[in-house]
């Protein structure tokens, strides 16, 4: 296969055609339609008939902030110009690729930690779903196992290690094709004394490469059709509401569940890392809440310090002392 002279004057849209095949590759199907979309969403209307040789940082970053959606929207928009302009790079269209100099908005980072249920939520949780079934089942081991929706859905009873106690998690199921989990990683989760139950109902009447955690008619639990079955939407917020303009509880915060408890129970870091999954460290150090515990153990010693300060002032205030010297 001969492949074309490199040209700085190839439009963006030349080169989207000729080597989105290349761009798309390594990604997950889920990942692949939504980089599509955003491509054809976004990028195509504002700069696909751009020379690539002229397009400039400014460039790009004019275009993202006249995008339309969130920050994370436009984010996976932004992503997809600069794989393909990395392999323009490979290909020598261009010397450097013009999406690295872009700025973006600074967001808060996100208070996973606060969308995880207490004990107490856990219980009510677990007080408002069936007595028993397949919807029970899957629906608790989330937060027994720390797996995403999708990966319980895609566990075979092949995955369980009864006599080591443990289960591989090693794809995930999305729109009803199974798949690699995130970050093409395989991982090993502990079947803890509540899980085994669960695991042992699942396996009834189960061949060894049967999905675990299938539907009453043996198809796959997606989000919908277990929000469907359960009424979830109608009782969720018996389990945890949130303030204002906050999402109500979603099934991934089962998930953020799983993690704080690790914590809670003892967990090193690194070992929570290695049962979620994670890439780095810095993303499971979000569950540790540590802000919270800092503030829990720093109460005492403060509350300590400043009754000294009490004590010597005969409590309160010194009337003799408003502050007025200071200027305040």
Same mark, same amino acid.
């Given at each position: 296969?001969?492949?074309?002279?490199?040209?700085?004057?190839?439009?963006?849209?030349?080169?989207?055609?000729?080597?989105?095949?290349?761009?798309?590759?390594?990604?997950?199907?889920?990942?692949?339609?939504?980089?599509?979309?955003?491509?054809?969403?976004?990028?195509?209307?504002?700069?696909?008939?751009?020379?690539?040789?002229?397009?400039?940082?400014?460039?790009?970053?004019?275009?993202?902030?006249?995008?339309?959606?969130?920050?994370?929207?436009?984010?996976?928009?932004?992503?997809?110009?600069?794989?393909?302009?990395?392999?323009?790079?490979?290909?020598?269209?261009? &010397?450097?690729? *013009?999406?690295? %100099?872009?700025? !973006? =908005?600074?967001?808060? +980072?996100?208070?996973?930690? @606060?969308?995880? /249920?207490?004990?107490?939520?856990?219980?009510?949780?677990? &007080?408002?779903? *069936?007595?028993? %079934?397949?919807? !029970? =089942?899957?629906?608790? +081991?989330?937060?027994?196992? @720390?797996?995403? /929706?999708?990966?319980?859905?895609?566990?075979?009873?092949?995955?369980?290690?009864?006599?080591?106690?443990?289960?591989?998690?090693?794809?995930?199921?999305?729109?009803?094709?199974?798949?690699?989990?995130?970050?093409?990683?395989?991982?090993?989760?502990?079947?803890?004394?509540?899980?085994?139950?669960?695991?042992?109902?699942?396996?009834?009447?189960?061949?060894?490469?049967?999905?675990?955690?299938?539907?009453?008619?043996?198809?796959?639990?997606?989000?919908?059709?277990?929000?469907?079955?359960?009424?979830?939407?109608?009782?969720?917020?018996?389990?945890?509401?949130?303030?204002?303009?906050?999402?109500?509880?979603?099934?991934?915060?089962?998930?953020?569940?799983?993690?704080?408890?690790?914590?809670?129970?003892?967990?090193?870091?690194?070992?929570?890392?290695?049962?979620?999954?994670?890439?780095?460290?810095?993303?499971?150090?979000?569950?540790?809440?540590?802000?919270?515990?800092?503030?829990?153990?720093?109460?005492?010693?403060?509350?300590?310090?400043?009754?000294?300060?009490?004590?010597?002032?005969?409590?309160?205030?010194?009337?003799?002392?408003?502050?007025?010297?200071?200027?305040?």
């Amino acid at each position: 296969m001969t492949l074309p002279v490199p040209d700085p004057s190839t439009p963006l849209s030349v080169l989207w055609e000729r080597y989105n095949g290349v761009v798309l590759r390594k990604l997950a199907d889920s990942t692949q339609r939504g980089y599509r979309y955003a491509w054809g969403k976004r990028v195509a209307p504002s700069l696909a008939h751009l020379p690539v040789g002229s397009l400039t940082t400014l460039d790009v970053e004019v275009a993202f902030a006249s995008w339309t959606g969130g920050e994370s929207t436009r984010g996976d928009a932004l992503s997809v110009l600069s794989s393909l302009c990395a392999v323009a790079v490979k290909g020598g269209y261009i &010397a450097s690729n *013009p999406c690295h %100099g872009v700025e !973006r =908005r600074r967001e808060q +980072a996100a208070d996973v930690a @606060g969308r995880a /249920l207490s004990l107490e939520e856990f219980d009510r949780l677990r &007080a408002l779903l *069936p007595a028993s %079934g397949p919807y !029970r =089942r899957f629906v608790l +081991a989330m937060p027994y196992t @720390g797996c995403r /929706l999708g990966e319980i859905a895609g566990l075979r009873l092949s995955d369980v290690d009864w006599e080591g106690r443990t289960l591989l998690v090693a794809r995930t199921v999305t729109n009803g094709r199974v798949g690699p989990t995130k970050g093409r990683r395989l991982r090993v989760v502990p079947v803890i004394t509540q899980l085994e139950p669960i695991l042992r109902e699942a396996a009834e009447g189960k061949g060894q490469h049967d999905y675990l955690f299938a539907g009453p008619r043996g198809g796959f639990i997606n989000s919908k059709n277990l929000s469907r079955a359960l009424n979830w939407h109608q009782w969720r917020d018996q389990v945890k509401t949130f303030a204002p303009g906050e999402p109500p509880l979603h099934w991934h915060d089962l998930r953020h569940t799983a993690a704080v408890f690790f914590f809670r129970a003892g967990l090193p870091a690194p070992d929570v890392q290695a049962l979620l999954g994670h890439s780095t460290l810095l993303v499971t150090q979000m569950y540790a809440d540590t802000r919270r515990e800092a503030a829990r153990r720093g109460g005492p010693l403060l509350s300590n310090f400043f009754s000294q300060s009490d004590s010597q002032l005969g409590g309160g205030e010194s009337p003799a002392d408003s502050g007025s010297h200071l200027g305040i």
